[in-house]
């Protein structure tokens, strides 16, 4: 089991309408939200959190040209240099053929490496044990979730009372 | 969320659900005991997959030589269940990729059990060009690998190998995608469970949490990965027609065949979605979320690529006469006159003709009709690969060599064996992970479910505008 050796102090809503204008209202609150957990993905939430956009994509694109150079050249090294065979009378070069596995390819190296860094950047795969607050966030709740580890106890309490005040329906806090 | 409230889309989700009923209802069937009617299909499905066992020990014991293919027939049974098999192959990932992207949002009922009958479809397929290799211990020589003998590379000009890259790319690409969509939901699962089924939910789930940026990235990803395997499903069952269409074969060197190979492939694939979604839907009483709207919305798709393989079927008959080439033109005259007519009226009743029936709302809606429209669709597309694959050998340039063609029995039991290695696979499937992508459907409830979303509530609307703000 990881940990992050946090204290987490946590509200769960019964609604992601709450919860997103709990996580607007909290960050007019200039209270520093430590994550959001939800079942499902809640559409508004990045903006809501002011997260930046995944760069994920673009990853997908290197691994792609990656996957396009890899197979172009590969081919075109192994019929023009280290083995050439004439088949069927055309030149040795014979690009329009290698288009088809080039494309193939470039598919699957996109697909592979999109794939492999994202679980890696969540910190997920197989085995990998990571703890979570409550088991209904996988269900029906959805979580706003703030670090007091390095807090006071006059912010815990100003934390405390957003979440009351913002709706949300259980409040409590771990050591996670 | 802000719900537009449209009166002509049905709603996707009734019953009145909750996000726990969700969870409830899709989750449940893989944490009770199995029911008496998954037993007795598990131990048929077994049987069938013993049976592919045997016959394939068989092939590799005493040869090829136990198949009946012959000098003129070189491809038979083999070929026609690989094509067949990988056609199938295509509905899932056309569900979840291509109409993610047409953002339909009926999709997400479906799209999980289509995608894992996907890739078990490409599975079955994949066994069928293994097995045709005869010495199935040298299989790995179909791969560029660095050798002893020069080395000595793979022909990258040849149709085969491109289907050797496009099928295990494919395979990959929508096993990635299909798990990718269900880390979130065996975490759901997880969180449910206790003891040992927790600790190995957890290793299924990657140790999943929920958080907002993981879902950010999660969305991306799949966005991508739609957008990769778009192209990607089209590109497959081109390069299998390529297997057909680069040979000099008078019926099968046709440029008409990659959109015509695709289109057949989502018809087909489409077919059997429609099989398995309406007997998982009763047996794990899914009404509530493949609704008859899922069913409708497939039945146009089948009307759709029904229609469009009709039309290549007759331009190829135009065309060969059009042509003015008598081997192509006998070609043709061959598969509607030749030996093997019954073949090709099979196929010509089962796909251009009995899917017209689907032109009828009433039919679209029917379970019966449309059950028995599938079957029909999968017999008449293995028609099909039958037709284009064994009556073109059959009649080739040379009369002295022409011959028949009738399966042994090793080639029966190869094909209904690889029926219950799908079926096989297909039952563990449900058994272990939810069979609705149960995230997706939550991110809709609010959208298309029948208390926020349809006709009713529509007209509720319009009666008391005021309730307008609870959405």
């Known amino acids: ?81 280290d083995w050439p065979i004439i088949f069927g009378g055309k030149p040795y070069f014979s690009a329009p053929a290698f288009i088809p596995i080039t494309f193939e390819l470039t598919v699957l190296f996109a697909a592979v490496g999109m794939v492999v860094t994202f679980y890696t950047i969540c910190g997920m795969g197989p085995g990998i044990v990571n703890p979570t607050l409550d088991d209904r966030i996988t269900d029906d709740k959805f979580c706003l979730a703030f670090d007091t580890t390095n807090s006071d106890e006059a912010e815990v309490s100003k934390m405390k009372s957003f979440l009351e005040s913002s709706g949300a329906t259980e409040i409590s806090s771990k050591n996670i | 969320m802000s719900g537009s409230i449209s009166p002509i889309r049905e709603p996707l989700i009734t019953g009145h659900k909750t996000y726990h009923q969700i969870t409830e209802d899709i989750c449940s069937p893989t944490e009770r005991t199995p029911t008496t009617a998954w037993i007795i299909a598990f131990i048929l499905a077994v049987a069938g997959l013993a049976t592919f066992v045997f016959c394939v020990a068989w092939t590799v014991w005493f040869g090829i030589g136990s198949w009946n293919l012959n000098r003129t027939i070189n491809w038979g049974w083999d070929i026609t269940n690989f094509v067949w098999w990988v056609g199938i192959g295509h509905a899932g990932t056309l569900i979840s990729a291509i109409l993610l992207l047409f953002r339909q949002r009926w999709r997400t009922g479906v799209n999980r059990a289509a995608e894992a009958m996907t890739i078990f479809a490409v599975i079955c397929a994949g066994q069928f060009p293994l097995i045709h290799m005869g010495r199935l211990w040298l299989a790995f020589f179909i791969f560029p690998y660095p050798n002893t003998r020069g080395p000595l590379w793979v022909n990258f000009n040849s149709p085969l190998l491109w289907d050797v890259f496009a099928i295990s790319t494919y395979f990959t690409v929508s096993l990635l995608f299909w798990y990718a969509g269900l880390v979130p939901d065996f975490a759901t699962v997880r969180d449910r469970a206790k003891g040992l089924r927790r600790r190995l939910y957890n290793v299924l789930s990657f140790g999943w949490t929920g958080s907002a940026k993981h879902w950010q990235r999660w969305e991306s990803l799949s966005l991508v990965l739609a957008g990769l395997a778009t192209p990607l499903v089209l590109s497959v069952h081109t390069i299998v027609s ?130 028995v429209m599938s079957i029909f669709v999968n017999i008449g597309m293995w028609f099909e690969r039958f037709v284009i694959i064994a009556t073109t050998l059959a009649r080739d340039y040379l009369p002295t060599s022409w011959s028949y063609y009738t399966p042994t029995w090793v080639e029966i039991g190869i094909f209904i064996g690889t029926l219950g290695l799908f079926s096989t696979l297909f039952l563990i499937f449900i058994r272990v992970a939810p069979a609705v992508a149960v995230a997706e459907i939550k991110s809709i409830l609010k959208d298309a479910g029948d208390q926020y979303a349809g006709m009713d509530v529509a007209r509720k609307h319009a009666a008391d505008p005021e309730t307008e703000k609870a959405h």
């Open chain 1, 1 to 81: 089991m990881r940990t992050f050796n946090k204290e987490v102090l946590y509200g769960l809503y019964d609604d992601e309408h709450d919860l997103l204008v709990a996580v607007r209202n909290a960050r007019a609150d200039h209270l520093d939200i430590w994550d959001v957990f939800s079942p499902f993905p809640v559409h508004g939430m990045d903006n809501a959190m002011g997260l930046s956009e995944s760069r994920l994509h673009i990853t997908g694109f290197i691994y792609g040209m990656l996957g396009t150079l890899t197979a172009f050249l590969f081919m075109t090294w192994v019929f023009t240099r």
């Open chain 2, 242 to 371: 390529f297997d057909f269409a680069t040979s000099i074969i008078p019926g099968w060197h046709t440029t008409i065949f990659p959109p015509y190979f695709v289109a057949g492939a989502i018809f087909s694939g489409f077919a059997m979605v429609q099989t398995l979604m309406l007997i998982t839907r009763k047996v794990l009483k899914l009404h509530d979320y493949i609704t008859l709207e899922h069913i409708e919305s497939m039945n146009k798709v089948i009307v759709l690529t029904g229609t469009i393989v009709g039309v290549a079927y007759l331009t190829e008959l135009f065309i060969s006469w059009y042509s003015g080439y008598i081997y192509e033109q006998f070609a043709f005259y061959n598969r509607l006159m030749g030996p093997y007519f019954w073949s090709y009226i099979g196929m010509m009743f089962c796909n251009v003709l009995s899917p017209q029936v689907f032109w009828w709302k009433s039919m679209r809606r029917n379970i019966t009709v449309t059950f």
